[in-house]
């Protein structure tokens, strides 16, 4: 079985400040694993994904993550957050080759102080 | 030329009653989803279709009832509503397995 866990529910960072949102996934086959940004009141959008290829992964908005199999991590980071940036990221795993069932992390709602 | 939609967008009913939410995708996608966010934006998984064909059918109710009349659409109708049914319901649609998935508006129910 497939698990995600985001540590912080809560981020506040300032603005230019680095963002890192953290995610540590736990499973028993190769992942997928996927980063989402949800805006107020919006549905989820795609920010980037790890699929086996390149374990640093470049995504929209100037966000990347690096998938660490000996830490069973995937930790989300921005060099200097935006206004912009407040939102609610969720990690979210799904087995390589298996079933097609997404399962998402709690979610860390990001909050950037002028 | 929204990807993914979803009707209602707001539903405020009473206990007890039976409602429908509408979703489709036009992005020509064989698998679909149905999400359900509750009031800490934890978002689980209800139901996935590919193809017109029920996939995945995870521990939900009963009174959960989705249907695929083709491949662009999922509907889910909800009978006998009960309090705790109120969140956020999103539909997500994907090529195939294990790519991305794009998500749909919400649509936010509220029982009283």
């Known amino acids: 079985a497939q698990s995600v866990t985001q540590l912080g529910s809560h981020v506040s960072v300032s603005e230019g400040a680095l963002v890192l949102l953290r995610c540590n996934y736990s499973?028993?086959?190769?992942?997928?694993l996927f980063w989402y940004v949800q805006y107020p009141n919006q549905g989820l959008q795609l920010l980037l994904k790890?699929?086996?290829?390149?374990?640093l992964v470049k995504g929209i908005n100037g966000f990347e993550a690096e998938f660490k199999k000996s830490e069973t991590s995937f930790h989300l980071t921005k060099p200097s957050a935006h206004m912009s940036d407040a939102a609610e990221y969720f990690c979210?795993?799904?087995?390589?080759?298996?079933?097609?069932?997404?399962?998402f992390g709690k979610g860390t709602k990001l909050t950037v102080n002028p | 030329d929204t990807a993914v939609s979803q009707t209602p967008k707001y539903l405020v009913t009473q206990m007890g009653n039976d409602k429908s939410i509408k979703c489709e995708q036009n992005?020509?996608?064989?698998?679909m989803y149905w999400y359900k966010q509750d009031s800490k934006k934890f978002l689980k998984i209800m139901f996935s279709?590919?193809?017109?064909?029920?996939?995945i059918n995870e521990t939900v109710p009963n009174r959960f009832s989705p249907k695929s009349p083709d491949k662009a659409h999922l509907n889910l109708h909800i009978n006998s509503l009960e309090l705790g049914d109120s969140a956020v319901y999103f539909c997500?649609?994907?090529?195939?397995?294990?790519?991305?998935?794009?998500f749909g508006p919400g649509t936010r129910l509220l029982v009283l």
């Open positions: 997500a649609s994907c090529r195939q397995a294990q790519e991305t998935q794009y």
């Open positions: 979210a795993v799904t087995p390589q080759g298996g079933s097609e069932k997404l399962v």
């Open positions: 279709y590919n193809n017109k064909e029920l996939i």
């Open positions: 790890y699929t086996s290829a390149a374990t």
């Open positions: 992005l020509g996608h064989d698998t």
């Open positions: 499973s028993s086959v190769p992942p997928y």
